[in-house]
């Protein structure tokens, strides 16, 4: 679809969090990986049960990488990725892949950008070679930047100024985060995309789209040694190239509570949320919690506010009766600073305030009763099973592992993921919950239906 989705890994890393029925020797995906002289990693996930492979590379360059005042120029590149090289006319590649009876994609998101095709084994040299084209052999055309941006611009209008939830939740990363690039939308500010340059796109490209920056996964129907004399005869010719520095701003440790509202007669489901700042696995909080606090948090939100049977769920929906839905988003798998948000959609009639007050009363139940030993067991054994679940999936290894690995972490940390899972203690848990939510500062947002007018 070639859009804007950078939500699209949150279920995927939800499933990958799972430590699943394993021994201390056995990962969660058993690839193998190798690197190029370019620099360039390899990794191999194999599954031998039908003669087709998923063909993916990931670049470690995403909208956070952004100059300031050139938003939406890596989901623009993106775009432009699509159109000709010095050797292919505009759109070949496209249909190349079609002939062939693949199907194909893309997706830029807050840490990386992500090209793949899911094609017969057979065929998959070829793809490598066209991706590798397009890597060091772009055209950019005026023309085509022209019609691509208008695109984009559609794109923004329909998903996000025509939405009063997409509206506020720009307004909300803007608020949330005060100095690190997470505050700017992937896709771009509008005002931003339609000031950007063929220099500036150009610019981009040249800086992040080179071997070194770049992850080739191959998930299917191959091994390391059948794939790596197809990688060095294609990305393998291509020259090393200076190594490009991911220079981010840090974020300052939160002081104060901000409440963002948006009123809009468009809304039919009012919202509300809480959320607060949290560490990934890469970025602890400055003057906060650590990474070592993440896995805890990752637990901690499976267990409090994960599905319908979840004490979340179950007291504001089905014993108050408040809210349609309750629940809480976290994930750990992003380069930079992240949250743990509570929120929960009001029922009809059901007033902001009333419904604030009952989920701050639940918020301070888990800072006082804590989680038990079998609400903690129970968790762990849900995750086991997704992580059995994943394996079985041709696309998701890759999309783990690459994802993984172009926001900072490694091939170990996806792999010993279900050990450390399993040594999370209640004690621990309630650390990081405290560490998080106790006491410490918050944004707010409410999505309200206005009155017409």
């Not at 929906?317 to 743990?340: C, E, H, N, W």
């Not at 888990?366 to 903690?376: M, T």
């Amino acid at each position: 679809m070639r859009a804007n989705l950078y939500l699209i890994l949150a279920f995927m890393f939800a499933v990958f969090l799972s430590p699943g029925s394993v021994t201390a020797s056995d990962g969660v995906f058993n690839p193998e990986t190798f690197t190029l002289k370019n620099g360039m990693q390899v990794v191999v996930v194999s599954n031998h049960r039908v003669p087709v492979v998923s063909h993916m590379v990931w670049y470690k360059a995403g909208s956070a990488d952004e100059l300031s005042g050139r938003t939406g120029a890596a989901h623009l590149l993106e775009h432009l990725m699509f159109k000709g090289t010095k050797s292919m006319p505009s759109g070949e590649f496209s249909k190349i892949v079609a002939r062939n009876g693949g199907s194909e994609n893309a997706f830029t998101s807050l840490d990386y950008t992500g090209y793949f095709q899911t094609i017969a084994v057979d065929h998959l040299e070829k793809m490598m070679a066209m991706e590798a084209d397009r890597m060091t052999n772009l055209v950019f055309d005026q023309k085509e930047v022209d019609t691509e941006r208008k695109v984009v611009l559609e794109e923004r209008s329909q998903r996000t100024d025509n939405d009063p939830a997409s509206i506020l939740r720009e307004h909300l990363n803007a608020a949330f985060y005060m100095n690190y690039p997470y505050r700017r939308p992937v896709i771009g500010w509008e005002h931003e995309i339609r000031s950007l340059t063929v220099d500036d796109l150009k610019n981009f490209y040249r800086r992040w789209y080179a071997p070194g920056n770049a992850i080739l996964v191959v998930a299917g129907d191959i091994t390391a040694d059948e794939l790596r004399p197809m990688a060095e005869r294609t990305y393998g010719k291509i020259p090393a190239a200076p190594e490009a520095s991911r220079d981010r701003p840090s974020e300052p440790a939160h002081k104060a509570s901000r409440t963002v509202e948006l009123a809009d007669a468009r809304v039919s489901q009012p919202s509300w949320t809480r959320s607060y700042q949290a560490p990934s696995q890469v970025t602890g909080i400055r003057g906060g919690a650590g990474t070592e606090h993440a896995i805890a948090l990752d637990v901690l939100s499976e267990i409090v506010g994960s599905g319908s049977s979840s004490p979340l769920y179950r007291s504001l929906v089905i014993d108050q009766k408040l809210a349609v839905t309750a629940a809480i988003s976290y994930s750990s798998s992003g380069m930079g600073p992240t949250r743990f948000v509570f929120y929960a959609l009001p029922r009809t009639g059901v007033s902001m305030d009333r419904l604030e007050t009952a989920m701050e009363a639940e918020i301070k139940k888990i800072l006082n009763d804590g989680v038990s030993a079998d609400q903690l067991a129970r968790a762990k054994t849900r995750l086991k099973a997704e992580a059995v679940y994943a394996r079985d999936s041709l696309s998701t290894g890759a999309r783990v592992l690459g994802a993984a690995l172009a926001s900072g972490r490694t091939i170990e940390d996806v792999e010993t993921w279900p050990h450390k899972v399993d040594a999370i203690t209640v004690d621990a848990v309630m650390e990081a919950a405290r560490a998080v939510f106790d006491g410490k500062p918050s944004v707010t947002s409410l999505l309200l239906a206005e009155e017409p007018k």
